[in-house]
């Protein structure tokens, strides 16, 4: 779309980012904010870009989020901390919702059992063929996951709405040593870890169970 320019300031990146979530065009927020496009498009692509307080409020609610999210003063912390909604709904995906939430790649977290007992990890992760797959090191946590059966779990949370929603993957990892599939697998490199370092080990979940949850606010 002509309109996703990548943003390349700290609040545009974030306001992008929100925007994308939720599916909407430069010209829908515009319109839901009663702003003008060009405008937000500046504040999304100029990194010394400094909106004034009339604009963060119209298009926090226009992107049913917050100021401060905008802001990222809440980088750091968990989510969920704001409060529930009144009369929330619980409902249960289908497995053709739950993939579809997978999408193509993202940070999920995998649970692995160790000599030291269990683990949960975070991993940068992308589907291949209906598979979660992610890259590691020989020797790191997430490589205790190879031969075994595992859990994989991906969410998302609307703090501003109290909504959001979880899948889980279970299914017995294997690695991915035929170089053709590490090719392949390295072609869109979605799964590139953000700490970075030599991750040479490609691991490979085969679904066995895909289950996910919906929280919506009544």
């Not at 839901?32 to 010394?48: C, N, S, T």
């Not at 991993?123 to 859990?151: E, H, Q």
Request: with cysteine.
């Amino acid at each position: 779309m002509p309109d996703d320019t990548a943003p390349v300031g700290d609040i545009g990146r974030r306001l992008a980012l929100r925007r994308r979530e939720l599916g909407l065009s430069r010209a829908q927020v515009a319109q839901r904010a009663g702003i003008v496009p060009e405008y937000l498009q500046y504040v999304e692509e100029q990194p010394l870009a400094s909106p004034g307080p009339t604009f963060l409020l119209r298009v926090a609610d226009a992107l049913e989020t917050t100021v401060p999210r905008l802001h990222g003063s809440d980088t750091g912390l968990p989510p969920g901390l704001g409060q529930a909604a009144q009369s929330p709904r619980l409902t249960e995906l289908d497995t053709a919702e739950c993939l579809r939430l997978l999408s193509d790649h993202g940070i999920g977290r995998l649970a692995v059992t160790g000599e030291e007992g269990p683990a949960v990890v975070p991993v940068n992760y992308g589907v291949s063929d209906g598979a979660v797959v992610f890259r590691t090191a020989p020797g790191a946590t997430p490589a205790l996951a190879v031969g075994k059966k595992v859990a994989f779990e991906v969410d998302r949370v609307d703090e501003a709405l109290s909504e959001g929603w979880s899948v889980l993957v279970v299914g017995t990892a294997s690695a991915v040593t035929d170089p053709e599939a590490v090719r392949g697998l390295r072609e869109p490199d979605l799964t590139a870890p953000w700490a970075g370092g030599e991750r040479l080990l490609w691991v490979r979940i085969a679904p066995e169970r895909v289950t996910g949850r919906r929280i919506l606010a009544g």
